[in-house]
Structures are given as structure tokens and as C-alpha cells.
């Protein structure tokens, strides 16, 4: 009796102890604030990769100096959408995430703080940059001015200067389409000569690597129709009238590079960085966050240049680089009040004191926007780069991706350049997926 | 005995009933509902009927995933099934080394889905290389890429089941066979092949279930490319979900469609497959 008696407790422990477990598990997230939470803490969703190491060391020195609770979480590349959508779903959501621009912060907006008494956006030098919503909240502000362009290997193209049949002999008359034609075709007629594999790092169609041509490099011929027909804010249609300059360029980037366009489909961002950095390839289309991937191998620091893509478009020669910023910092306003406040003045330290200063700017290598940053500019040649044509008198191009209807519009004009580049389709998809496409996209999302 | 069963059985099948509960159950409806709401995150949605059902069909590339995947469960199930039960015939023989070679073929099952998926790109890349393709060139490479993939992963674990069905034809009935004057080929398709006919239901349930299910090898090896052509139901749905922001509640209602589709066929393979089934 008294044995039954104890098997029947020790089962009943084993089930109770196993359903408690179980349960615990479901709830610890809601249940581990109660300690800090009247302070706040800060979780901090973080959107780029590269710097995701960075971001937590800064983030534990907060915690040491304040004892504030930072968390910082990276999505992989690729992935912060997603990562996002379910981080924001749960009991600990992330207090700061990050929007891409108006486009990106149409879809968060339900989630979106206002943020016109934080210090962030009080330091902003040009409060225009932020983000507002409708009723004139402001919602998002940038933390990162950034900068794009053709990357060249300045060695290898005085040694193509110095060829006898090189018609453009100095970096200074590369200033416009026809010149960077004959330029790019000259080195890949000469590539043996010059030791490169091609002029042009592979134009890859990866998921990891496409985004340089179905966002940034379709910025140019956007910028240009945008300019020329005085449009601001996010049209319902564009037009085809700058297409041709897209294919020029595109056609340049895949006829005279260092892979088959066969092989476009498999190439990644790996492929074409490593190619740029061990000197096999003169030119690469990429940004300033690139300087991290490509210092430090064959091509040394004083011959890393950059310019900016030109497209045959009339006025080009005067334009400079690409500069604008894809990320902006907002607070999520569903988190508790101590937790926002607290992720406030998170950001402010991050802004103000040596310690975040110093990080941001030597450390990740950022430029930003805010007033507080002014002895703090980055030694990154491609931000030198970007500052002597804005002191030559060029007017940068802006970053008009960021009003692209959707990312189905981007995946979907990437995939009909790879058709196209790879012949199985031909360039009057493009301009569908391009121009059609807009419009479709435009009507789904704000019809 | 049936007292106490009575009296404590909830101790034992709670903690599981609470767990499929969470797992499965809540999932499960929340799900549906879901299907019907827009939303952004789970926890925040706007019911808006049928809408998002009407949505979904005016989707090429969903309706295109829908063939695709159909014609890859049906090329997977034939190939692997075929392949696994010749493989398992010619195992079951007695011969030196038998079980190393069992075990060479249950290997694959081992490895997951993703490291499998990259592994098979590298392999295909490489390969198709020689003639400066790559696996996301063309559709059609994609799905026998996958195919390959596919059987290569499955083929050794449907080869233990149909070992242990063919194993269970009692040995008189073969003799019979044998003393009645049947050839080996005779023997196969009219004592043999009838009577694995369980294993032959399991196999191809799981088969054909596994293809309209695949994801992770698909993700790896192709992520849809080129142009979402190579995209089964799976990825769809998972890309529409996570990939286009304000068609989450699309995504959600193909995988309502997806599951009725998935529950439709493999409730109706395993009817028609026991039907056939005989008993020794």
C-alpha cells in the first residue's frame, strides 16, 4: 500500500515538475523585467551586419558606465524583414529598430514613436532628413549618411593610362559615360597586358549581391527622370526616358568583366568583392561600408578611389557620388514608457559621448547626420573620396531607392536583368519589370 | 489497473496534451484565422474576410509554384520509391558487407536539409561549370537539381522500410512460388510486390508528402532563382509572408490552401494504397 502509495507520488512530482517546466518556458520572457524594469532597458534590432560586433562592445560599455540593460541583436543579411516581423510579435519586442526610408517605415508605422523631443533628432543638422507620419509626428531619423559609386583601383588604371593606344590618359577626364566606355573596354582588350581578369568585378545575381543592381544601380536612371521632371516624394508611375543609360551601363558592367554572364546566377558578394580586393577586377560598384571587405588585401589604401555611375545622361560630368542614408532609427512606441525613454538616452550617449562618437566614427566607419559629430569624421577613403567632390563643386545624387514601391518591385526588376543578362530573356522585360511594374506595385500598396 | 488508469492517466498525457496544444493545436487555428485578418506581426490584426483568399489566385507566381511542386512530388515519389524498393531487393540477399551498405545508404538522412542543400550546389556548380552554367540558370536545372538532392536524401530511408517489408514475406510463399515453376520475375510482381504492399503505403505517404513539404534543401540550392521559377509551395509561401510587407495575410491563406491541398492527396494515396494491400 505504501509503496503504491509513494509510486504514485513520485509520478505525480515527475508530471508536475515536467508541465511547470514547460510552462516556465513559455513565460520567462515576460517575466525577467520584473528586476530592471523600472529603469527600462533597451533591445536594439540591429540592421547591419557589418558592424554588428561593434554595436554590442559599445552597447556593454553603456551597461558598465550606467548599468542600464542594452541588448543588441543582428539579423543576417538579408534577413532583417523577417527577423523583424517576429521579434515585433513578441513580449520583448525590440524598443529600437530599424526602417530602410518612407517606403520601410510605411509598413511600421503602426509601431513608430514620436521621437520631435528626443535628442537625436534635436541634433540633427538638417531636420529635414527625418522621417515624418502624416500628422506631422516625426517618426524615423537617419544615423548613417553613406555613399556609392564605381570603386576603382587607381594602380591599375595608371597602368592602363600609361598603355600606348589608351585614349583617356588621367583620372580627371573620366568624368562622363563614352569616357568610362572606352576606359572599361580598353582594359578588358588589354586585360592580360594589365594582369586583371576583367574591368568589371562579376555583376552577381545572388541574393546576397543583386541588391547593387536592381536598388542602387536603377537609382540613376531614377535620379536623372526625377531631376529632370522636378518630382520629390514618391511618384505613381516613372517613365522609360533614362532606361537606355541603365542598359548602357549594365551592358558596360557585364561585357567587360571578369566572369561569363552565363554564370551571373551563382556569383556572390564574396565573388566580387574578393576579385576587386586581390586586384583582378580595376572597377567594383559598391559603397563606403565596403572599405572593411576590401582593406587590407592586394590594393592598397592610397588606390582606393571612387566614382560616381554615369549613364550618358546629359549634365552628368558635374554630378558627384551617390550619398544619401537607408538607415533610420525609431523607436518602437508599443514598448513601455521607461523602456523608450530609457532607449533615448541610449542613443544619445551613443551620439554625445566619446565612448559612441568615437565608435561610430572610427570604429564602423559611419558618416552621420547629427551636430554633435563634427570632429568625428571617418578615415575611410571612400568618404574622402565622397567629401573632394562635394569640395570640387558636384552636386551628389540623391538616394531615390528609398521611394521604391516594394521589395517584390526590386526582386522583381533583378530577376529580368539576370534574364537579360544572361540571355534568356531580353531587355524589354526589364523596362516592364521597371516601368509596369511600378505602377502595379505603387497601386497594391497605396491603392 | 483500469481504476487507477482512470484516475491518474492525466498525469501522463497532460504534460503531452499540453504541449500539442501549444505546438499544434493553437497554431493551428490561430493560423486560420490569420488567413482571414491583415496583419503585420502576429499579435496586431484587422479582419478582412475573404480578401486575402481572392488575392492569392491573382498570383502567377504562386499558381506557377503550384504545378512545379506538384511535378516534383510526383517525379520524387516515382524515382524514390522505385529506386528504394530496387535497392532494398538487392540488400536483402545475403552477401558479404550487407549492412555497411545499408548504412552507406541511411547516411544521407543524417545530414540536415540546409548543409545539404549547399553541399549539392557546390557539387552542381561545379559540374555544370564545364559547360559555364550554374543551377539557377534555367528552372529546369533547378528542379532536377532538387530532384537529385531529393532522391540522393531519401532513397536509403525508404530502403529501410521496404527491407523490413520484404524481410516479412514469409519464406513458404516464395518457396511455393518457386516449386510451382514461377521465374524470378513472376515471383516479384505476384507474391513479392503484394505483399510489401504496407510498406509501399508508408513509403509513398511519406514521399509524397516530403515533396510537397520540401523547403530547406529548396531555400539552399536555388531560393526560387532565377525569378521565382524554381520556387515550391513552401518558399512561396514563406516569401510571401516574410518578403512582401501588407501580404502576410496572403501568405497565410496559401498555407490554409497548402494544408487542405497536402491533407487532400495524402488522405486519398493512403485510401487508394491500402486498398491494394493483401494479407499473406
New interface residues.
Given amino acids: 500500500m505504501i509503496k503504491r502509495r509513494m509510486a504514485?507520488v513520485v509520478?505525480?512530482g515527475i508530471?508536475v515538475t515536467?508541465?511547470t517546466a514547460?510552462l516556465a518556458g513559455?513565460s520567462s520572457g515576460g517575466s525577467d523585467d520584473g528586476g530592471d524594469g523600472a529603469e527600462g532597458k533597451v533591445y536594439f534590432l540591429n540592421f547591419k551586419p557589418e558592424v554588428a560586433e561593434q554595436w554590442v562592445e559599445l552597447a556593454a560599455e553603456y551597461t558598465a558606465e550606467t548599468g542600464v540593460q542594452v541588448d543588441v541583436q543582428t539579423a543576417a543579411s538579408g534577413t532583417y524583414?523577417?527577423t523583424l516581423?517576429?521579434e515585433?510579435?513578441k513580449s520583448d519586442a525590440p524598443t529600437l529598430f530599424q526602417v530602410n526610408g518612407p517606403v520601410g517605415l510605411?509598413?511600421?508605422e503602426?509601431?513608430a514613436a514620436d521621437i520631435s523631443d528626443s535628442s537625436i533628432y534635436s541634433h540633427l543638422k538638417d531636420q529635414s532628413v527625418a522621417l515624418t507620419g502624416d500628422d506631422g509626428a516625426v517618426l524615423a531619423v537617419p544615423y548613417v549618411q553613406e555613399t556609392y559609386g564605381i570603386i576603382y583601383n587607381k594602380a591599375l588604371l595608371e597602368d592602363y593610362f600609361a598603355l600606348p593606344d589608351a585614349e583617356i590618359t588621367s583620372i580627371d577626364e573620366l568624368n562622363n559615360f563614352d569616357a568610362l566606355k572606352s576606359v572599361a573596354e580598353g582594359i578588358q582588350a588589354n586585360k592580360d597586358e594589365l594582369g586583371v581578369d576583367g574591368a568589371f568585378s562579376s555583376a552577381g545575381?545572388?541574393?546576397s549581391s543583386d541588391w547593387r543592381f536592381k536598388t542602387h544601380l536603377a537609382n540613376i536612371p531614377l535620379y536623372w527622370q526625377f531631376k529632370a521632371d522636378g518630382v520629390t516624394g514618391q511618384p505613381a508611375t516613372v517613365t522609360n526616358e533614362y532606361l537606355d543609360g541603365y542598359q548602357d551601363i549594365f551592358d558596360l558592367y557585364i561585357n567587360n568583366s571578369t566572369t561569363?554572364r552565363?554564370?551571373l546566377?551563382?556569383k556572390t558578394m564574396e565573388d566580387s568583392t574578393s576579385e576587386f580586393a586581390l586586384g583582378q577586377a580595376v572597377f567594383y560598384q559598391n559603397g563606403t561600408w565596403a572599405y572593411g571587405d576590401v582593406s587590407g588585401n592586394a590594393v592598397a589604401d592610397e588606390d582606393l578611389g571612387m566614382m560616381p555611375i554615369y549613364i550618358g545622361a546629359e549634365g552628368e560630368e558635374d554630378s558627384g557620388l551617390a550619398t544619401g542614408s537607408e538607415n533610420y532609427w525609431v523607436i518602437n512606441g508599443d514598448a513601455s514608457e521607461a523602456d523608450q525613454q530609457a532607449t533615448d538616452d541610449f542613443l544619445d550617449w551613443v551620439i554625445t559621448s566619446d565612448t559612441g562618437r568615437d565608435t561610430l566614427a572610427n570604429t564602423m566607419g559611419f558618416v552621420t547626420p547629427f551636430d554633435t559629430m563634427d570632429d568625428y569624421l571617418p578615415d575611410n577613403p571612400f568618404v574622402l573620396a565622397d567629401a573632394e567632390y562635394t569640395a570640387a563643386g558636384k552636386t551628389a545624387v540623391t538616394w531615390n531607392f528609398t521611394v521604391m514601391p516594394?521589395?517584390?518591385w526590386k526582386?522583381?526588376l533583378g530577376?529580368?536583368l539576370?534574364?537579360y543578362a544572361?540571355e534568356?530573356g531580353s531587355w524589354d522585360d526589364v523596362e516592364t519589370a521597371f516601368v509596369d511594374g511600378w505602377a502595379t506595385e505603387y497601386e497594391?500598396?497605396n491603392g | 489497473m483500469k481504476k487507477s488508469l482512470r484516475r491518474w492517466g492525466w498525469l501522463f498525457t497532460g504534460p503531452v496534451l499540453a504541449a500539442f496544444m501549444i505546438g499544434f493545436i493553437v497554431p493551428f487555428v490561430l493560423g486560420v484565422y490569420l488567413s482571414f485578418t491583415e496583419f503585420r506581426t502576429v499579435t496586431k490584426a484587422e479582419w478582412v474576410g475573404f480578401d486575402n483568399y481572392i488575392k492569392m489566385w491573382g498570383d502567377d507566381v504562386f499558381l506557377h509554384s503550384l504545378w512545379y511542386t506538384a511535378a516534383f512530388a510526383i517525379v520524387t515519389t516515382i524515382l524514390i520509391n522505385v529506386l528504394a524498393f530496387i535497392v532494398a531487393y538487392l540488400l536483402v540477399k545475403t552477401f558479404r558487407g550487407k549492412n555497411i551498405f545499408r548504412s552507406v545508404f541511411f547516411m544521407p538522412n543524417l545530414i540536415g536539409g540546409i548543409v545539404l542543400g549547399y553541399i549539392w550546389l557546390l557539387l552542381l556548380n561545379g559540374i555544370l561549370g564545364f559547360w559555364a552554367r550554374s543551377i539557377t540558370y534555367d528552372e529546369s536545372y533547378g528542379f532536377w537539381g532538387m530532384v537529385i538532392l531529393m532522391c540522393w536524401q531519401q532513397i536509403g530511408y525508404m530502403m529501410v522500410i521496404y527491407i523490413a517489408g520484404l524481410q516479412s514475406v514469409p519464406t513458404e510463399l516464395l518457396e511455393a512460388a518457386e516449386v510451382d515453376g514461377a521465374n524470378k520475375r513472376r515471383t516479384l510482381f505476384s507474391v513479392t510486390i503484394p505483399l510489401v504492399m504496407p510498406a509501399i503505403t508508408v513509403c509513398t505517404f511519406l514521399t509524397i508528402t516530403n515533396g510537397f513539404k520540401m523547403f530547406d534543401q529548396n531555400l539552399a540550392l536555388t531560393n526560387g532563382a532565377p525569378s521565382r521559377l524554381s520556387e515550391l509551395l513552401a518558399l512561396n509561401i514563406f516569401n510571401t509572408f516574410y518578403g512582401r510587407p501588407g501580404f502576410e495575410g496572403v501568405g497565410q491563406a496559401k498555407a490554409v490552401v497548402f494544408l487542405i491541398i497536402v491533407a487532400g492527396i495524402a488522405l486519398f494515396q493512403n485510401w487508394y494504397a491500402r486498398s491494394k494491400e493483401t494479407a499473406a
Fill in positions: 504514485t509520478a505525480a508530471a515536467a508541465l514547460g513559455c524583414e523577417t516581423k517576429s515585433m510579435a510605411a509598413n511600421w503602426a509601431y545575381f545572388d541574393a561569363e552565363t554564370l546566377s551563382g516594394s521589395e517584390e526582386n522583381n530577376q529580368a539576370l534574364q544572361q534568356t497594391l500598396a
